[in-house]
């Protein structure tokens, strides 16, 4: 029961490198998310994919790239890191339909510091 | 737009008593809700959810929050605090209740529980 599993989990970064988030889920949801976590901000849509082959941005979606690379996997790419983008990203997916099966499940964390 | 209010950023109470954590929201739609909790350095995990079945919604860990269309709030509780509670709490909205299942979040309350 791996669910969402997220990597790295910890990265340090220059500022001006770039790096790829990875995210897979394993529970044949269509629907998957990238959020990012900064204190007292809760949390941030930064991209969406509803479906394979779709991509739509959230609130913060400048400074990064997605790609959804199959059904399972959604990635999240910072071309030029900034000081700005220190936080914690969370990946979650979910069932589109809404209702019952609206429940987003969460990956643990990847915890980014732009230096 | 839809959007959650969490009041207190910070509540600490005794071990063994209520636990309240109140969240109001806005939505233009008949809005599906969410209690997620977080623990130290770990992702998101369901609490609850309110998708429009009963009003007053029982969760895990002998948590509880009521739907209150009048007053637009979603308050959590549970009677007796313990020391495994203290965590960090996320209201949180669905934006369409359905077709995409974004959710948008509160700030989150911290919960301190004290012996």
């Known amino acids: 029961n791996a669910g969402v599993t997220q990597t790295p989990k910890f990265q340090v970064l220059k500022t001006g490198q770039s790096m790829t988030l990875q995210c897979a889920q394993d529970?044949?949801?269509?629907?998957m998310y990238w959020y990012r976590q900064d204190p007292g901000m809760g949390l941030r849509l930064i991209y969406y994919s509803a479906s394979e082959g779709t991509t739509d941005k959230g609130e913060v979606p400048n400074g990064y790239n997605v790609s959804r690379l199959n059904k399972r996997e959604f990635s999240l790419r910072l071309e030029s890191a900034a000081p700005s983008q220190t936080s914690v990203y969370f990946c979650?997916?979910?069932?589109?339909?809404?209702?019952?099966?609206?429940?987003?499940?969460f990956g643990q964390g990847t915890r980014l510091t732009v230096v | 737009a839809q959007s959650v209010t969490q009041l207190g950023s910070h509540v600490s109470v005794s071990e063994g008593a209520l636990v309240l954590l109140r969240c109001n929201y806005s939505?233009?739609?008949?809005?599906?809700l969410f209690w997620y909790v977080q623990y130290p350095n770990q992702g998101l995990q369901l609490l609850l959810k309110y998708t429009s079945a009963a009003t007053l919604v029982k969760g895990i860990n002998g948590f509880e929050a009521e739907f209150k269309k009048s007053e637009t709030s979603f308050h959590l509780t549970k009677p007796s605090a313990h020391m495994s509670d203290a965590a960090e709490y996320f209201c949180?909205?669905?934006?369409?209740?359905?077709?995409?299942?974004?959710?948008?979040f509160g700030k989150g309350t911290k919960l301190s529980v004290k012996p």
């Open positions: 939505s233009s739609v008949p809005p599906y």
């Open positions: 979650a997916s979910s069932f589109p339909t809404g209702g019952l099966n609206t429940e987003a499940f």
């Open positions: 529970m044949n949801h269509n629907s």
């Open positions: 949180a909205v669905s934006d369409s209740g359905g077709s995409q299942g974004n959710l948008i």
